[in-house]
């Protein structure tokens, strides 16, 4: 519903302006007024000292009744493969989508692009309870185009209440296209869904500028309502070799894509880059004094099975290369373990890993702003610290064998 | 060859703090910007323009101060800037705001659309693919490197979650850009007394012919029920002692969460 003021009730206080996240209310003719930045975010409601702001009914020509949703029900899950194996991501959306179509009473289904048999019968051990497989080549290298037609398609045919795809490289590009297509909303990097008992509409919720807020998202009128997920913030069901389920082999004709890809380059370094799915981030920054200390990091990454990241400093001084940059120009993440090693904490790298479950800092500074929203703080020499620390995670592997 | 860049003028999220008291947003004090993947994309525009020759239109989609941004644009170098304004458009979400620029730019016409990767203030990174899908024209998202351009064809390197692919595409296409992609210029002098003077072409809903329901609130599939603050992170704690005493510390930390989440 729209955002308006009640001219009566203003009294020209300006709370509400500088309230307002996207900058949407200005003053006209002594009186705050609603423009075009509008999100309908609605802060401002409870900001106004008078009241003035209320939410306005609006019929919209879209409404349609939730008795013509009755053929949308079951959830779908987009499962992603690379290099025909699916990708962990996949599993997760299964766990929420098992959740989900638990509580909504329907089934949980799973398309599976350019994979085989074995990796559908996977995801059916994972909680899906038919997986729909299109066992062609033309879907091992990713293209927007055939996966769009190919997802939408299916979409048009089946009709599911609710499509999960991971924000992933490939979930973030071309899952748009297919909202895009037809005519329905999408909920971009969800943290969690829920199912709002009254409606029966999931409730997606996702982090908004940068984390510092939390906006819960609805799509009431259309079908599928769709959203991409995060990737490990969300729990695997159980896996159950023992789980039966259909697998339906499906096939697509008279596919066309207008791009092409070439070549697929794994990133030559040996340390992993994909800190979107890492469960542990081990990130530099300008402290480290030079390019070879993250050659400590990497080694701490992968004694903690992690990944190695870096802020923009580190980026900007070449010591490292820019997928691995976190923070407000490079990725977001929110990894179980983050450890800032000699990274200061300039706001503009806290967005970008603030969500994080713990924080380590390890920094000779002990007023540096990392510590702020550190859960653990080290002040001290990282190349003291980190070689430590190696040595005893090492011990304790070594015991637990 | 004609490019359009679509920029969006977004508070800087690095400043915006909650008020811990009342849970609301503090923007006092914080710019407005361009979105920084944007420039990015411009960067990417002009060079474009630089080597082959083309003409650089920049596009937004906002209020009358949305003019600063586009103003802002020009005086790097772009050639043409329009404002998409009208009081229908407000409350937009993806897919009404993607629908509303596709509209604009196939009125203005595009060889290459370029988009920044996704938006600081939403992070969606939604409206790109699907205003390349309203035009009905391909789209390569995350690109990190240009490798060649042609009156029809373009081959870029996208980055992907586990390295990058090489791509390429007929033309029209539109192509949404990461950081690493270059390194936008400052505007000159010159540029910004061109920008000073420069007339900024603003388009409603009525010149682009856009339907009612498509647009804005009305056209927004996606609505916010509410937003509030994250759970605040419980307390931090400053380990103490020599080095090797804050890490026998860390450690043990660390394994009681374990234990706690088993």
Not at chain 1, 185 to 205: F, P, V
Not at chain 1, 300 to 317: H, N, P, Q, T, Y
């Amino acid at each position: 519903m729209p955002i308006a003021v009640n001219k009566d009730k203003c009294t020209a206080c300006e709370t509400c302006l500088i309230s307002c996240p996207f900058e949407a209310i200005v003053m006209r003719e002594d009186k705050a007024f609603i423009n075009e930045y509008c999100n309908q975010c609605k802060v401002c409601l409870s900001v106004c000292p008078e009241g003035a702001i209320v939410e306005v009914e609006e019929i919209s020509q879209f409404t349609v009744h939730s008795s013509q949703f009755t053929d949308y029900k079951d959830v779908l899950v987009f499962a992603e493969q690379r290099n025909g194996k699916v990708a962990s991501v996949s599993y997760e959306l299964l766990g929420i989508g098992r959740k989900l179509s638990n509580e909504l009473g329907t089934k949980l289904l799973a398309i599976l692009l350019g994979s085989d048999e074995s990796e559908a019968r996977e995801l059916i051990k994972w909680g899906a309870d038919k997986v729909y497989l299109y066992n062609d080549p033309i879907f091992s290298q990713f293209n927007d185009d055939t996966y769009t037609e190919a997802v939408s398609k299916f979409i048009k045919e089946n009709k599911p209440a609710i499509v999960l795809a991971g924000a992933t490289s490939v979930g973030r590009s071309f899952i748009p296209r297919v909202a895009a297509r037809l005519r329905t909303g999408l909920t971009a990097d969800c943290t969690s869904l829920e199912i709002d008992n009254e409606t029966k509409n999931i409730l997606q919720i996702r982090p908004a500028f940068g984390g510092n807020i939390m906006a819960t998202i609805f799509c009431p009128d259309h079908r599928p309502q769709m959203a991409t997920v995060r990737p490990r913030v969300i729990k695997r069901a159980e896996y159950n070799a023992a789980r039966t389920g259909e697998i339906i082999n499906c096939k697509i004709d008279n596919l066309i894509s207008r791009t092409k890809v070439i070549d697929s380059v794994k990133e030559i370094s040996e340390i992993s880059v994909n800190l979107h799915e890492a469960e542990v981030i081990v990130a530099g920054g300008r402290g480290l004094g030079d390019a070879k200390g993250f050659k400590l990091l990497e080694e701490l990454a992968e004694v903690m099975g992690g990944a190695v990241g870096a802020s923009r400093a580190a980026v900007d001084k070449g010591w490292i290369s820019y997928s691995h940059q976190v923070g407000q120009t490079g990725k977001t993440v929110s990894p179980k373990i983050y450890i800032a090693c000699g990274i200061s904490g300039a706001v503009q790298h806290l967005v970008g890993m603030q969500s994080s479950d713990i924080i380590i800092a390890i920094n000779k500074n002990p007023e540096a702003p990392i510590f702020n929203v550190a859960t653990y703080g080290i002040v001290g020499d990282l190349y003291e610290i980190i070689p430590l620390l190696i040595k005893k995670i090492k011990e304790i592997k070594g015991i637990l064998g | 060859m004609k490019i359009i860049v679509c920029i969006k003028q977004v508070p800087d999220t690095a400043e915006i703090k909650i008020n811990p008291q009342t849970n609301t947003l503090m923007r006092e004090g914080v710019q407005s910007i361009i979105n920084p993947f944007d420039l990015h994309a411009l960067e990417a525009g002009l060079q474009i323009k630089d080597k082959l020759g083309a003409k650089v239109t920049v596009l937004t989609m906002g209020p009358p101060q949305a003019e600063t941004a586009l103003r802002e644009a020009v005086s790097m170098g772009a050639d043409e800037a329009v404002l998409l304004t009208d009081r229908a458009f407000a409350g937009a979400d993806t897919w009404a705001t993607s629908y509303t620029l596709a509209k604009a730019i196939k009125k203005l016409s595009a060889d290459i659309v370029f988009c920044g990767k996704q938006a600081i203030d939403g992070d969606t990174a939604q409206v790109g693919p699907e205003t390349a899908e309203f035009l009905n024209i391909p789209h390569i998202a995350y690109v990190r490197k240009i490798e060649e351009v042609k009156d029809n064809y373009i081959r870029v390197q996208r980055l992907m979650d586990e390295g990058y692919d090489v791509v390429e595409s007929s033309i029209p296409v539109l192509l949404t850009v990461v950081k690493e992609l270059n390194q936008p210029r400052m505007s000159s002098l010159k540029g910004k007394m061109t920008a000073k003077k420069a007339e900024i072409k603003k388009m409603s809903a009525a010149e682009i012919e856009a339907e009612e329901d498509c647009v804005g609130l009305k056209g927004s599939p996606t609505q916010v029920k509410n937003i509030f603050a994250p759970e605040k992170k419980t307390g931090r704690k400053m380990l103490e002692g020599t080095a090797e005493e804050q890490v026998n510390a860390l450690i043990q930390e660390l394994s009681m969460t374990r234990r706690e989440e088993n």
